[in-house]
């Protein structure tokens, strides 16, 4: 579940009149990141020239959880028939929203990503630490499946309940000493086998007429279709940011040349300075 701040509806966009397989990975996200970058200095072409992250300060963590959440839809697009998996359905009067919610012949799963580059997890209970700093994410996804449970239980006489699911990405090391009660913490790696060792606890009929409950709009709070020109500049972001990338290896490499060969003394202070964005 993820914590947003209201964004206006981009141009062209009505409030969905489709289903909640509109809705895009990572969208809600993916309309924060664009909003800050909208508002971003752009960079100058010394910046361009030495690669320095297109990505702005104020919607770096935006974009580091969207592309998680991204990286997690990929992997669930890959389940086998008989599995739906709808993304960023809206919950919350805050703009929380699930992240992925998953029905299938194993069950209903509500799966929250947390997006942590080269960090340390570790995992006790309901207890997270993140590079030694705690983490109420258990608490989130507990509560992210008790909101999906009230909807099952309109749905289903005898409804499974729904099992909630964080999927890390990313992390350098990940130690799980005891599993929470009620809450799945794995790695996003590990995802698509969890779901598929799942007993059967839905006969198709169910998985269906769940499917059809979710899909509806009317289900969830309302919420504004994404138009073609979200992903579009997503892309163009996302490509900037691997541009600038080989720039830097780029410039990483030269000086590590330039080092071996002891010619660097006069330019790598200067330059160390640029790719650092000082």
Same mark, same amino acid.
């Given at each position: 579940?993820?914590?947003?701040?209201?964004?206006?509806?981009?141009?062209?966009?009505?409030?969905?009149?489709?289903?909640?397989?509109?809705?895009?990975?990572?969208?809600?996200?993916?309309?924060?990141?664009?909003?800050? &970058?909208? @508002?971003?200095?752009?960079?100058? =072409?010394?910046? %361009?020239? $030495?690669?320095?992250?297109?990505? /702005? *300060?104020? #919607?770096?963590?935006?974009?580091?959880?969207?592309?998680?959440?991204?990286?997690?839809?990929?992997?669930?697009?890959?389940?086998?028939?008989?599995?739906?998996?709808?993304?960023?359905?809206?919950?919350?009067?805050?703009?929380?929203?699930?992240?992925?919610?998953?029905?299938?012949p194993g069950g209903v799963f509500s799966v929250n990503t947390?997006?942590?580059?080269?960090?340390?997890?570790?995992?006790?209970?309901?207890?997270?630490?993140?590079?030694?700093?705690?983490?109420?994410?258990? &608490?989130? @996804?507990?509560?992210?499946?008790? =909101?999906?449970? %009230?909807? $099952?239980?309109?749905?289903?006489? /005898? *409804?499974? #309940?729904?099992?909630?699911?964080?999927?890390?990405?990313?992390?350098?090391?990940?130690?799980?000493?005891?599993?929470?009660?009620?809450?799945?913490?794995?790695?996003?790696?590990?995802?698509?086998?969890?779901?598929?060792?799942?007993?059967?606890?839905?006969?198709?009929?169910?998985?269906?007429?769940?499917?059809?409950?979710?899909?509806?709009?009317?289900?969830?709070?309302?919420?504004?279709?994404?138009?073609?020109?979200?992903?579009?500049?997503?892309?163009?972001?996302?490509?900037?940011?691997?541009?600038?990338?080989?720039?830097?290896?780029?410039?990483?490499?030269?000086?590590?040349?330039?080092?071996?060969?002891?010619?660097?003394?006069?330019?790598?202070?200067?330059?160390?300075?640029?790719?650092?964005?000082?």
């Amino acid at each position: 579940m993820t914590q947003l701040v209201p964004v206006p509806a981009p141009s062209g966009t009505v409030a969905s009149s489709g289903t909640m397989r509109d809705r895009v990975p990572a969208q809600a996200l993916l309309e924060q990141v664009l909003l800050r &970058q909208a @508002a971003a200095r752009p960079r100058t =072409r010394l910046e %361009r020239l $030495v690669g320095r992250d297109p990505v /702005d *300060p104020e #919607a770096r963590a935006w974009y580091t959880g969207a592309m998680g959440e991204r990286a997690v839809a990929s992997r669930l697009s890959t389940l086998p028939p008989g599995w739906t998996v709808l993304h960023s359905l809206p919950v919350g009067r805050n703009g929380a929203d699930i992240d992925h919610l998953v029905v299938g012949p194993g069950g209903v799963f509500s799966v929250n990503t947390k997006h942590h580059v080269d960090a340390s997890v570790w995992v006790a209970g309901r207890t997270v630490l993140v590079n030694g700093s705690s983490r109420q994410i258990v &608490q989130k @996804a507990e509560a992210e499946a008790r =909101r999906v449970d %009230r909807i $099952v239980a309109g749905v289903l006489a /005898d *409804p499974p #309940a729904v099992h909630p699911i964080i999927a890390v990405v990313g992390a350098k090391r990940m130690r799980v000493r005891h599993s929470p009660k009620l809450v799945t913490v794995l790695r996003a790696e590990q995802l698509r086998r969890f779901l598929r060792n799942q007993p059967e606890r839905l006969r198709p009929a169910e998985v269906d007429a769940l499917v059809a409950r979710f899909e509806d709009p009317a289900t969830w709070l309302p919420a504004f279709e994404a138009g073609p020109e979200l992903l579009l500049a997503f892309s163009s972001l996302t490509r900037q940011v691997a541009s600038a990338w080989r720039v830097r290896l780029a410039w990483a490499l030269g000086l590590l040349a330039l080092t071996t060969a002891g010619s660097a003394g006069v330019v790598l202070p200067g330059l160390l300075g640029l790719l650092s964005g000082s």
